[in-house]
C-alpha cells in the first residue's frame, strides 16, 4: 500500500487532483478549468462528459507529480453539491448537461409548490426548503424535459446523482451507483437523520416525482465506495471518501465539535455550523443538514448559503473589466476611506439565506456622479461581509451562538476583505495557512478509513493562521450595516 492519498475536488469553476501524504501535507496538485454556460436567463449548466474527462486528466497529471500510482493508497472526493447528473445505467452517458447548484430554472415549480403549503412537511421531513437550489427539482425537469426520459426513468434504465456519485460510477465503470450522507441530504430527498434515522425518502421521492431505482445507495463519510478500474491510472485504487464540499471543509477546519464553524468563500460561501448529534431545526430559514458520518460517528449541521461570493469578483473582472486579476481588488478597496454610499446587492442569481428570493435580481444603489470605478470594487467586497452578518444574525436567532468563524476558499488570501469581515460580523475571523480545506477535509475521511487517522485527535491539532480581531467603531459597523439593509429591502421590492 501506499502513503498517500489522492484527493478529487471538483468545484464548481474547475476541477483539481491534490496528493496528501500521511501527515496530510499536500505534495502534488493539478487543476484544470471547467466553463458553466447560461442558455437561458437563470439557467447554469456544465458539459457531465468533460467534467469527468478533465477530472481524469488532473488525477493523472497529479499521480504523475506524486511519483506515480504505486505511491496512492486510495482516492476521496469532495464536489459541488446539489449540482445534478441524470445518465443512462448502460452507457454511463448523461442524458443533458449537469445542472449547477446555481441554477434557477425550476423556480416556478418551486413556487407553486410552496403556494400549495408543501413546504412546512418537506422542511420536516429533509431539514431544506423547497427552493431550485436544491438537486429534487432537477431531476424532476430533465424528466420531464427530455423525450422519453421519464418513461425510461420508470423502467428503471436511468440513474442520478450528484457529481462525486457520477465520477464514482465512472471510476468503476458503473460497479458501484453510490453517494454519500451528506450530499442525500442536499436533494429533497433524504429523510434527515445519523445511521438508521436517515435515508430516501418514499414520501419526499413521489412529491417531487423521482422513481426510487435512479437513486444511488448512501453510504458514510468515510467508508467502501468502490474500486477505480485498473486502466484509467495503472492500478486499482480503492475510493475510500466523498464528502459535500461544505461538508469536507467542515471537517477539515475540524469543526469536530458542537458550536463551531466555519465559512468557505468560493463561488458562493457557505457558513456551516456544527450542531452534535440532534436533528436541527431552523425558525429562520436555514437549512438542516448532514454534517459528516464515518468511523461510527457523526453530526448534524445547521447551514446558511450565500449564492454569490466569488462571483462578484469574476463579474467585476471578465463582465465589467474594472480589474484585470482578483488581486488587484484588495489594493483598490483598501485605497478609499469608505464606499462612497455605494452598495452592490449581488442577487445575479437570487438570493440565499435567510431571505430565499430565487427570483431577486442584483441591484447596485446610492451611486452619484462622484462614484468611482473604484467604488463599485470595494462595494463588490464589502457585499460579502454584509451578506455574512445576515447569515451570523440568523444563527443567533436560531440560538446557535457563533463566538468566532474559522474561513477556507479562495477568496481569504484577501487581507482587507478579512478584516472587513470580521468588522462587519464584530468577531474574530480565523485563517488557517493551508487554505484547501475541502481537499483537506476529504484527505482526512479517506485517512479516517485507511485507520491511519483518529478522529479525537483530528478534533484537537493546533492549525497555523492568522487572526483578524474587529477594529472598527461599533458605530460605524452599524451605519454601514444599515446602509446594507436599506440597499437589500429595495432588492427584494
Known amino acids: 500500500m501506499g502513503d498517500y492519498i489522492l484527493v478529487i475536488d471538483e468545484g464548481t469553476t474547475s476541477t483539481r487532483a491534490i496528493v496528501f501524504d500521511r501527515d496530510l501535507e499536500q505534495v502534488a496538485v493539478a487543476q484544470k478549468e471547467v466553463p458553466l454556460t447560461y442558455p437561458n436567463d437563470g439557467w447554469v449548466e456544465q458539459d457531465g462528459e468533460e467534467i469527468w474527462q478533465k477530472t481524469l486528466d488532473v488525477c493523472r497529471d497529479a499521480i504523475e507529480q506524486a511519483g506515480g500510482v504505486e505511491k496512492i493508497a486510495g482516492i ?8 445534478t447528473l441524470v445518465w443512462d445505467k448502460t452507457s454511463g452517458k448523461p442524458l443533458a448537461p449537469a445542472i449547477i447548484w446555481q441554477d434557477r ?14 413546504e412546512p412537511a418537506v422542511q420536516a421531513e429533509t431539514g431544506l426548503l423547497i427552493d431550485p437550489y436544491f438537486s429534487g427539482t432537477k431531476i424532476g425537469w430533465v424528466l420531464d424535459n427530455v423525450d422519453g426520459a421519464r418513461a425510461r426513468a420508470e423502467m428503471g434504465e436511468l440513474a442520478f446523482g450528484t457529481v462525486e456519485s457520477f465520477l464514482i460510477w465512472k471510476m468503476t465503470g458503473g460497479a458501484s451507483h453510490v453517494t454519500d450522507v451528506t450530499n442525500a441530504s442536499r436533494t429533497l430527498l433524504y429523510r434527515l437523520g445519523l445511521g438508521e434515522d436517515g435515508g430516501w425518502s418514499e414520501a419526499m421521492c413521489a412529491l417531487f416525482g423521482v422513481p426510487a431505482s435512479m437513486l444511488p445507495e448512501i453510504r458514510q463519510n468515510a467508508d467502501d465506495f ?23 471543509a467542515l471537517v477539515g477546519q475540524a469543526c469536530i465539535l458542537p458550536g463551531t464553524a466555519k465559512i468557505t468563500y468560493g463561488t458562493g460561501a457557505f457558513l456551516v455550523a ?19 458520518e464515518g468511523a461510527g460517528k457523526g453530526a448534524m449541521a445547521l447551514e446558511g448559503s450565500i449564492f454569490n461570493a466569488g462571483t462578484i469578483v469574476q463579474w467585476l473582472r471578465d463582465d465589467l473589466r474594472l ?25 445575479f442569481t437570487g438570493l440565499g439565506a435567510p431571505h430565499w428570493a430565487a427570483d431577486a435580481r442584483g441591484t447596485i444603489t446610492g451611486i ?11 462595494a463588490g467586497l464589502e457585499s460579502v461581509a454584509y451578506q455574512t452578518r445576515d447569515l451570523l444574525d440568523a444563527f443567533e436567532a436560531d440560538g446557535v451562538a457563533i463566538k ?16 472587513f469581515i470580521a468588522d462587519i460580523c464584530e468577531r474574530p475571523i480565523l485563517r488557517p495557512d493551508y487554505r484547501e480545506m475541502t481537499a ?14 483518529n478522529p479525537e485527535d483530528w478534533a484537537e491539532r493546533d492549525v497555523p493562521g492568522t487572526t483578524f480581531e474587529p477594529k472598527m467603531e461599533a458605530a460605524m459597523s452599524a451605519r454601514l450595516r444599515q446602509g446594507w439593509a436599506t440597499a437589500l429591502r429595495k432588492t427584494l421590492a
Open 226 to 248: 468502490g474500486t477505480s478500474e485498473e486502466s484509467l491510472f495503472g492500478k486499482a485504487l480503492p475510493i475510500l471518501s466523498a464528502a459535500g464540499d461544505q461538508q469536507s
Open 76 to 83: 476521496g472526493i469532495t464536489n459541488q453539491r446539489e449540482t
Open 105 to 118: 430554472r425550476t423556480a416556478d415549480i418551486c413556487d407553486r409548490m410552496k403556494a400549495d403549503g408543501y
Open 404 to 419: 468566532e468563524l474559522r474561513v477556507d476558499g479562495g477568496m481569504v488570501a484577501n487581507d482587507w476583505l478579512m478584516q
Open 440 to 453: 483537506l477535509g476529504a484527505a482526512a475521511l479517506a485517512a479516517i478509513q485507511l485507520g491511519w487517522l
Open 274 to 292: 456544527n450542531s452534535g448529534t440532534d436533528r436541527p431545526h431552523s425558525s429562520n430559514r436555514l437549512l438542516g443538514t448532514v454534517g459528516y
Open 323 to 347: 480589474v484585470s486579476d482578483a488581486g488587484e481588488t484588495e489594493e483598490i478597496a483598501a485605497g478609499l476611506s469608505n464606499n462612497g454610499g455605494v452598495y452592490i446587492v449581488p442577487a
Open 368 to 378: 452619484t456622479r462622484a462614484t468611482t470605478a473604484e467604488h463599485l470594487v470595494r
